[in-house]
């Protein structure tokens, strides 16, 4: 008797661990839990990812490249669509030759079109020679995706190496921060005050940007995004790679002339947030403690720290999408915890967002 009952309790764990196994390699565990999984690694570097609904399908887009930086030709923009999160397939692979497509956003255009941001950029040992901004746009139906072209940007701000980094649509016009680079320097910290420089810029087409006004944030601003609120007002995140390296929050009313700037308390990675409410903001962004994470932060609208949440992740990682739906909030992000670098998604249900 004894003997039958070892067998069955042999039989219990293989079936529980076999259940377990296939819970975290192809579905989300039930319930309202923090749940993550990994939904691609077939590049031999796959980062920097944006996450959307349109039409109804979640459409993740991400950079598959020989490494973190590569040379010519070495980036390629993959974009994946899925229903609920769960199957996920490819419907486009976006490449120019002798370029690096780095960091695709993904925003829906007054047309009802995705329209994919990113930098088309040209390495030579790890130092950018080339970069400017390029775009892609979806037909309709968000099967079919255009061959990437360069954007053109408004002379009054005399382009040189320059990334409109993401852009957010409000009230059918689209804006973008372009971050240039005036000197390129391995030692940044020997580069001037103002070798890299921030501008507001706006589009109704996704192909043309004109200036709107000038960010004065120093020490090396560069990537930045934009949320306007339900009242106009503008709110800006930016990283800051110099001086102190914190991020700053910038913020702005209609016609987004004059700004007004909050220093945070953390430095930024791959930054991006949305509003959770009338007074709180979430922020997905790398966070550089003694062990790197991608981390979910929940502040007030000055930025200051309220709650933190840190997701299965180490070393290169961070440059997280983020969405709500369903009352959970969905990030997309990627990290090379597990070895390889690749890309996850993670929900999170609303309440676990809750400051107590």
């Known amino acids: 008797m004894m003997m039958y009952k070892n067998v069955f309790k042999i039989l219990w764990v293989l079936l529980v661990s076999g259940a377990f196994s296939l819970a975290m390699a192809g579905s989300f565990p039930p319930g309202d839990s923090i749940a993550v999984k990994k939904i691609w690694d077939q590049g031999k570097h796959n980062a920097f990812t944006d996450l959307i609904r349109f039409n109804n399908q979640f459409y993740c887009a991400f950079r598959e490249g020989l490494s973190h930086v590569g040379g010519k030709n070495s980036g390629k923009i993959r974009i994946l669509k899925s229903k609920e999160g769960e199957q996920w397939e490819s419907v486009a692979l976006l490449e120019i030759e002798d370029l690096d ?13 995705l329209m994919v941001t990113m930098a088309g950029a040209v390495f030579e040992e790890g130092l950018v020679q080339q970069l400017f901004p390029m775009v892609s746009f979806s037909d309709k139906s968000g099967q079919r995706f255009s061959q990437p072209e360069r954007a053109v940007i408004d002379p009054a701000v005399n382009p040189t190496k320059d990334w409109i980094w993401r852009v957010t649509w409000h009230k059918g016009v689209g804006y973008g921060i372009d971050y240039q680079l005036k000197e390129n320097g391995r030692d940044r910290s020997k580069l001037k005050k103002d070798a890299w420089l921030v501008y507001l810029l706006k589009t109704t087409d996704g192909k043309y940007f004109e200036k709107v006004s000038q960010l004065e944030v120093d020490s090396l601003p ?7 609120d339900e009242k106009d007002n ?15 929050l910038a ?9 007004n700037y909050n220093k945070l308390s953390l430095r930024l990675g791959g930054p991006n947030f949305l509003f959770l409410n009338k007074n709180d903001i979430v922020m997905g ?3 550089y403690e003694d062990k790197t994470t991608t981390g979910i932060l929940v502040t007030d609208r000055s930025g200051k720290v309220r709650k933190t949440i840190r997701l ?4 290169d990682t961070s440059y997280p999408g983020m969405l709500m739906y369903k009352n959970k909030l ?6 090379s915890h597990e070895g390889k670098s690749s890309i996850y998604l993670a929900q999170i249900p609303i309440r676990e967002l809750e400051v107590k």
Not at 234 to 248: C, N, T
Not at 253 to 259: S, V
């Open 222 to 228: 560069n990537e930045a995004t934009i949320r306007v």
């Open 234 to 248: 503008m709110y800006v995140l930016v990283r800051r790679e110099a001086g102190d390296r914190m991020g700053v």
């Open 101 to 113: 497509l780095r960091d695709a956003k993904l925003s829906i255009t007054p047309r009802n079109q």
């Open 285 to 287: 962004t790398r966070l």
């Open 251 to 259: 913020h702005s009313n209609y016609p987004y002339q004059q700004w």
């Open 312 to 315: 299965p992740s180490d070393g």
């Open 330 to 335: 969905w990030v997309s992000y990627y990290s």
